[in-house]
């Protein structure tokens, strides 16, 4: 599923950019 696919990548970016980035 392309929607879901996209929601999964998009949570793992956030998650790794508040990692390095913690704001």
């Not at 929607?3 to 998009?10: E, H, V």
């Not at 793992?12 to 508040?18: T, V």
Request: glycine share 8%; no cysteine.
């Amino acid at each position: 599923n392309i929607f879901s696919d996209s929601i999964g990548a998009s949570v793992i970016a956030k998650s790794e950019g508040e990692t390095l980035y913690p704001n």
